[in-house]
């Protein structure tokens, strides 16, 4: 059982930036590929972006690609969001997952392959 806990998000001017964190209990951390999903009001949860469980590979949504990072520090189990050049598009509840894999290097995107969610933090982009 992992439970993971987001924190980070906020009210920030367009073009500004927000880092989210997302805490995980257990010692299993390291066991988990990781990924931040977003939803917006009216809209269906989309992928932003994911986490190797060896942080060696990575994969971002088109729609971020360039200005999120994502990044992952096994020894504090956590992972992390870095959100540069934020659009008013961008205002979302973002959300935590971890997916539990065999695979060190592999990032797994899709939803259903992720086991255990966060309980989100918001985040608004004025413009």
């Known amino acids: 059982q992992v439970q993971l806990v987001e924190s980070g998000g906020g009210l920030v001017q367009a073009g500004g930036s927000l880092m989210l964190s997302c805490a995980a209990s257990g010692r299993t951390f390291g066991s988990y590929a990781m990924g931040w999903f977003r939803q917006a009001p009216g809209k269906e949860r989309q992928f932003v972006a994911a986490i190797s469980r060896s942080a060696g590979s990575t994969a971002y949504a088109d729609s971020v690609k360039g200005r999120f990072t994502i990044s992952r520090d096994n020894a504090k189990n956590t992972v992390y969001l870095q959100m540069n050049g934020l659009k008013p598009e961008d205002t979302a509840v973002y959300y935590c997952?971890?997916?539990?894999?065999?695979?060190?290097?592999?990032?797994?995107?899709?939803?259903?392959?992720?086991?255990?969610w966060g309980q989100g933090t918001q985040v608004t982009v004025s413009s």
């Open positions: 997952a971890a997916s539990r894999t065999v695979s060190q290097v592999v990032v797994t995107t899709a939803q259903n392959l992720f086991d255990y």
